[in-house]
């Protein structure tokens, strides 16, 4: 279980997020009668499938909480869900935050280069269960993928998730294909290092959108949807789907030079925590 963190005079507790594990910790912070707080980042209560299909909705803990910390999205969202608008604060994006400490410690860092790349190239990240779960759909995107990699090399760390699946389909001679590079997963500083300095990423990860907009590397989604719907409209993210005749297609107007514009969703500036003590302090001890 999920400890539940209280201040010193154990009234105040705060949950990011909206996965299973902080649900379950919010049921235990209300049913011990702690005021809590909600950092939602952004995905909080849409009903659509941008955000995954996601819906807190009242009987959701979070709603009893006594101000939310959210993105611009978390922002319209809540509202959407009937929060007051005194209890929301658009804070900005507390990941962003760490990229924004730790990039600057990756200026030595060339993790491409362990392959022998020294010029342009792309990154691969694969982990969704639609992804990587049926073999169908893994060895379409992989060929379609290694097709791209004739044109520039392409690093794919591969999620454990991932690799347990290459090697129960047999689908891991695909990860040796010329200019695909398959590595095991990567600490936070190299893998910050290889978005960074890429000339394209390739993802299914909700939090690789968020850091490339932020770093203005160009994203293509491989997915239908988004729950970061920023990085598309204030970012450098598309959703291409996964059918692979787009994906090649998406991939090819990228190289070409049609690259979605740098551009940072608003108080993306490191400084979301900061916001969100400052209302912690103004809200004071309940």
């Not at 105040?12 to 049921?27: A, C, H, N, Q, Y």
């Not at 760390?157 to 891991?172: I, M, S």
């Not at 920023?230 to 190289?255: F, H, K, M, S």
């Given at each position: 279980?999920?400890?539940?963190?209280?201040?010193?005079?154990?009234?105040?507790?705060?949950?990011?997020?909206?996965?299973?594990?902080?649900?379950?910790?919010?049921?235990?912070?209300?049913?011990?009668?702690?005021?809590?707080?909600?950092?939602?980042?952004?995905?909080?209560?849409?009903?659509?499938?941008?955000?995954?299909?996601?819906?807190?909705?009242?009987?959701?803990?979070?709603?009893?909480?006594?101000?939310?910390?959210?993105?611009?999205?978390?922002?319209?969202?809540?509202?959407?869900?009937?929060?007051?608008?005194?209890?929301?604060?658009?804070?900005?994006?507390?990941?962003?935050?760490?990229?924004?400490?730790?990039?600057?410690?990756?200026?030595?860092?060339?993790?491409?280069?362990?392959?022998?790349?020294?010029?342009?190239?792309?990154?691969?990240?694969?982990?969704?269960?639609?992804?990587?779960?049926?073999?169908?759909?893994?060895?379409?995107?992989?060929?379609?993928?290694?097709?791209?990699?004739?044109?520039?090399?392409?690093?794919?760390?591969?999620?454990?998730?991932?690799?347990?699946?290459?090697?129960?389909?047999?689908?891991?001679?695909?990860?040796?294909?010329?200019?695909?590079?398959a590595t095991p997963p990567l600490g936070y500083l190299d893998m910050l290092a290889l978005l960074d300095r890429a000339e394209l990423v390739l993802t299914d990860s909700g939090g690789v959108q968020e850091e490339t907009t932020y770093l203005g590397v160009p994203?293509?989604?491989?997915?239908?949807?988004?729950?970061?719907?920023?990085?598309?409209?204030?970012?450098?993210?598309?959703?291409?789907?996964?059918?692979?005749?787009?994906?090649?297609?998406?991939?090819?107007?990228?190289?070409?030079?049609?690259?979605?514009?740098?551009?940072?969703?608003?108080?993306?500036?490191?400084?979301?925590?900061?916001?969100?003590?400052?209302?912690?302090?103004?809200?004071?001890?309940?």
């Amino acid at each position: 279980m999920f400890p539940v963190g209280l201040d010193a005079d154990g009234t105040v507790t705060i949950r990011p997020g909206l996965m299973d594990v902080p649900k379950i910790s919010w049921f235990r912070v209300f049913a011990s009668g702690v005021d809590g707080e909600h950092a939602g980042y952004g995905m909080v209560g849409s009903p659509t499938p941008s955000c995954g299909g996601v819906n807190v909705g009242g009987d959701h803990p979070a709603s009893f909480a006594n101000a939310h910390f959210a993105t611009e999205t978390g922002v319209a969202n809540l509202a959407r869900e009937r929060r007051p608008a005194s209890a929301v604060h658009h804070v900005g994006n507390v990941m962003i935050d760490a990229l924004v400490r730790f990039r600057p410690r990756t200026a030595d860092r060339r993790p491409a280069a362990a392959f022998g790349i020294v010029g342009p190239y792309a990154v691969l990240t694969l982990h969704r269960p639609s992804n990587v779960d049926h073999a169908i759909a893994l060895e379409s995107l992989l060929r379609a993928v290694a097709k791209a990699a004739r044109r520039l090399p392409i690093v794919f760390p591969v999620h454990p998730r991932t690799r347990d699946r290459l090697d129960a389909t047999g689908l891991a001679t695909l990860t040796r294909l010329p200019g695909l590079y398959a590595t095991p997963p990567l600490g936070y500083l190299d893998m910050l290092a290889l978005l960074d300095r890429a000339e394209l990423v390739l993802t299914d990860s909700g939090g690789v959108q968020e850091e490339t907009t932020y770093l203005g590397v160009p994203c293509l989604t491989l997915r239908d949807s988004t729950e970061r719907p920023a990085t598309v409209t204030d970012g450098t993210n598309r959703i291409v789907g996964t059918r692979p005749e787009r994906v090649l297609a998406e991939i090819e107007r990228v190289l070409d030079g049609d690259r979605p514009p740098s551009r940072r969703p608003p108080l993306w500036d490191g400084r979301a925590a900061e916001r969100i003590a400052d209302v912690l302090a103004a809200i004071g001890p309940s």
